[in-house]
């Protein structure tokens, strides 16, 4: 049981830091489908820096590169007014393709070991940062200005603010948490692996909207999907009570309790008013 405890903390980590980011996107009023290739794209930047630059070289760097598709991401929609889920959905294929041709080109497994963080770090930042949003969406100037802007971009152009410039706020701490999620993941595994996110990024977009877009909600989903994976690596090839189910079964349930965690919530969660509005 402690054993999977361990791992449920574990692997709800990158879904924690993924759905932080998208919260912080979504909030502010883009809709945000990218987490998915921001997580990628960091998680190979780090595989390839790392043993050059260090482990906190590498995360910054897979930071940085996770910022740099997430300001993309906010000029594509905000000043080129192009459809946010196409512009998302074209965020995950640039990174599944240049993630794809980078660590072929410049991944040289002759470098040694990669360093890496102790993946307590990531674990510790994952469980702080949702309280520390929460803190700071309910309590500071700051944070009811992009509830404001989320909620009715016109209204808040008519109380003073700026949402475009609000939101590249927001898009630039999406980078950065989904970044450290990427991190998280090569810090876990010690490699980089094509398609190494596997839909997590999907799965921590579907956990807020379970949360109904708020940060502990959305944390609670994440550690209930990060529960599901434990589940399966810890019983994938065990048998249970007289059979032993086919691992398609385990590999499937963290996806299969999305679809019906989605299929439940979608109707009953409250969608921040200004969701892709301009």
């Known amino acids: 049981m402690l054993n999977i405890l361990l791992l449920t903390l574990t692997l709800s980590t990158p879904l924690i830091l993924a759905a932080m980011g998208g919260f912080c996107s979504e909030r502010s009023g883009v809709i945000n489908i990218g987490l998915e290739g921001l997580m990628l794209t960091s998680a190979c930047v780090v595989a390839i820096s790392s043993p050059s630059c260090g482990a906190f070289g590498g995360v910054l760097l897979g930071v940085v590169a996770a910022i740099v598709l997430s300001v993309i991401h906010w000029v594509a929609t905000q000043h080129y007014r192009i459809d946010h889920v196409i512009s998302g959905m074209a965020v995950n294929a640039l990174a599944a393709g240049g993630t ?3 660590f072929g080109r410049f991944g040289d497994v002759d470098k040694g070991a990669m360093p890496i963080l102790n993946e307590k770090f990531f674990v510790g930042i994952a469980f702080i940062l949702p ?3 929460w803190l700071y969406v309910g309590r500071t100037r700051g944070g009811l200005r992009l509830q404001a802007v989320g909620s009715d971009p016109e209204k808040a152009r008519l109380a003073g603010l700026n949402p475009v410039l609000i939101r590249l706020g927001g898009l630039i701490c999406c980078g950065v948490f989904t970044g450290l999620g990427g991190a998280m993941l090569v810090s876990y595994t010690g490699v980089f692996t094509n398609d190494m996110t ?6 921590a977009l579907a956990a807020l909207i379970v949360g ?7 944390l609670g989903a994440c550690v209930a999907f990060g529960f599901l994976y434990a589940l399966r690596l810890q019983f994938q090839g065990v048998t249970v009570l007289s059979m032993q ?8 349930l963290p996806y299969v309790a999305t679809v019906l965690a989605l299929a439940g919530f979608v109707g009953k969660s409250r969608t921040p008013a200004g ?3 301009y």
């Open 131 to 133: 309280f520390l949003i």
């Open 100 to 102: 794809n041709y980078l």
């Open 198 to 203: 596997a839909g997590r990024g999907y799965i």
């Open 275 to 277: 969701l892709g509005k």
């Open 245 to 252: 189910p086919p691992s398609q079964l385990w590999a499937a």
């Open 212 to 218: 109904g877009w708020r940060p502990l909600p959305a």
